[in-house]
């Protein structure tokens, strides 16, 4: 399959979609949404495949939650969140393509970080998933700390912040240090690791819980309880449209404090509370080139966070990644729910 796919039902006109006046009259101060809408599809850059994140499956369908992120803002932007162009990249890339203008948005496990943003000229869009570093090991190894790892050689991808972290963490410790060895793909990092050339895999717990699902035998393998970094994975886009950064930056907020507005609402309320959401959001579409129907069109696609996570992440999923720090704040979570009106 192309790195760049797209679902058969994008292909339709422009003149059939929800958005289609608002397309005809949005000013030229969007140039990134003139450009999404001339397409008729959103470009996204997501990882060549992480289950619970993003993966093409035998149909030719994305999941995960990246993927329905990108879902997201194409039902916003499209009114159709089918309506998007799959740029899958290893994790050197991710950046890259974005800034060569091969894609829109930039949605795969990418930690936000300092050096990325001031680096690059990116900006976050917000954090997708808070994670930390992790470590998965064979099953039946003695292995229950990551300093039980000092000196061993541990499989980490290209591209990631993973290397960095484990010079620092072990460095800190005293402890010998490790040897990395970088993979271009998530597969090739799978396969050592999986070989028993390297004695872990590190990686973003999330992503690990779904790297071990793909083993033939993931109940010979665990993922340790340890965390060694702060690992907030956003959405990124370019720094040259402020208008499509704040689109995709509300799109993101919409998805939390829909969750927010159903918790409130009780048992029961569900519809009520979504159509409420969707009513305060709505008016302040045309102030970011969308018409007053974008925020009920990506609950209808997608549903709040917790709807994303739990499809993809959590019980629903077969992973049964608890949400922890993925929460909302009044579960003790990270996630805060930003007033929309």
């Given at each position: 399959?192309?790195t760049?796919?797209?679902?058969?039902?994008?292909a339709?006109?422009?003149t059939d979609s929800?958005?289609a006046?608002?397309?005809?009259t949005?000013p030229?101060?969007?140039?990134?949404?003139d450009?999404?809408?001339?397409?008729?599809a959103?470009?996204a850059?997501?990882?060549?495949?992480?289950?619970?994140?993003?993966?093409?499956g035998?149909?030719?369908?994305?999941?995960?939650?990246d993927?329905?992120?990108?879902?997201?803002?194409a039902?916003?932007?499209?009114?159709?969140a089918?309506?998007?162009?799959w740029?899958?990249?290893d994790?050197?890339?991710?950046?890259?393509?974005?800034?060569?203008?091969?894609?829109?948005l930039t949605?795969?496990?990418?930690t936000?970080?300092?050096?990325?943003?001031a680096?690059?000229?990116?900006?976050?869009?917000?954090?997708?998933c808070y994670?930390g570093?992790?470590?998965?090991?064979?099953?039946d190894?003695q292995?229950a700390?990551?300093?039980q790892?000092?000196?061993?050689?541990?499989?980490?991808?290209?591209?990631t912040?993973?290397?960095a972290?484990?010079?620092?963490?072990y460095?800190?410790?005293?402890?010998?240090p490790?040897?990395?060895?970088?993979?271009?793909?998530?597969a090739r990092?799978?396969a050592?690791y999986?070989?028993?050339?390297?004695?872990?895999?590190?990686?973003?717990?999330?992503?690990?819980?779904?790297?071990?699902?793909?083993l033939?035998?993931?109940?010979?393998?665990r993922v340790?309880?340890?965390?060694?970094?702060?690992?907030p994975?956003?959405?990124?886009?370019?720094?040259?449209?402020?208008?499509?950064y704040?689109?995709c930056?509300?799109?993101?907020?919409?998805?939390?404090?829909?969750?927010?507005?159903?918790d409130?609402?009780?048992?029961?309320?569900r519809?009520e509370?979504?159509?409420?959401a969707?009513?305060?959001?709505?008016?302040?579409?045309?102030?970011?080139?969308?018409d007053?129907?974008?925020?009920?069109?990506?609950?209808?696609a997608?549903?709040?966070y917790a709807?994303c996570?739990?499809r993809?992440l959590?019980?629903?999923?077969?992973?049964?990644?608890?949400?922890?720090?993925?929460?909302?704040w009044?579960?003790?979570?990270?996630?805060?729910?930003?007033?929309?009106?």
């Amino acid at each position: 399959m192309s790195t760049a796919t797209r679902t058969a039902t994008t292909a339709r006109s422009r003149t059939d979609s929800p958005v289609a006046a608002a397309t005809e009259t949005a000013p030229a101060r969007f140039p990134t949404l003139d450009e999404v809408r001339g397409r008729n599809a959103l470009r996204a850059v997501v990882s060549r495949g992480i289950v619970g994140l993003s993966l093409c499956g035998p149909d030719g369908r994305w999941t995960g939650l990246d993927a329905d992120v990108a879902r997201a803002v194409a039902a916003a932007v499209l009114g159709d969140a089918e309506a998007v162009e799959w740029v899958a990249s290893d994790p050197a890339e991710r950046l890259e393509r974005l800034v060569a203008r091969e894609a829109e948005l930039t949605v795969c496990n990418l930690t936000w970080t300092l050096g990325r943003e001031a680096g690059w000229p990116v900006l976050f869009a917000g954090v997708t998933c808070y994670d930390g570093e992790g470590f998965l090991v064979r099953g039946d190894s003695q292995i229950a700390d990551p300093a039980q790892l000092a000196g061993a050689r541990l499989a980490v991808q290209a591209g990631t912040t993973s290397a960095a972290n484990l010079a620092s963490w072990y460095g800190r410790r005293g402890l010998a240090p490790v040897e990395a060895v970088a993979f271009a793909t998530p597969a090739r990092t799978l396969a050592a690791y999986a070989s028993g050339e390297c004695a872990a895999y590190v990686l973003d717990r999330t992503a690990l819980a779904g790297e071990r699902a793909a083993l033939p035998d993931p109940w010979n393998h665990r993922v340790l309880d340890t965390s060694i970094s702060r690992e907030p994975m956003g959405a990124a886009v370019r720094d040259d449209d402020p208008h499509w950064y704040r689109l995709c930056r509300w799109v993101l907020q919409l998805l939390t404090a829909a969750e927010h507005q159903v918790d409130e609402a009780g048992s029961g309320h569900r519809a009520e509370a979504l159509a409420e959401a969707a009513r305060l959001a709505g008016p302040h579409g045309p102030a970011v080139g969308l018409d007053e129907q974008w925020a009920a069109r990506v609950l209808a696609a997608v549903g709040t966070y917790a709807d994303c996570y739990e499809r993809n992440l959590g019980g629903a999923s077969g992973l049964g990644v608890p949400r922890g720090l993925n929460e909302l704040w009044t579960r003790g979570g990270l996630h805060y729910a930003v007033p929309l009106h």
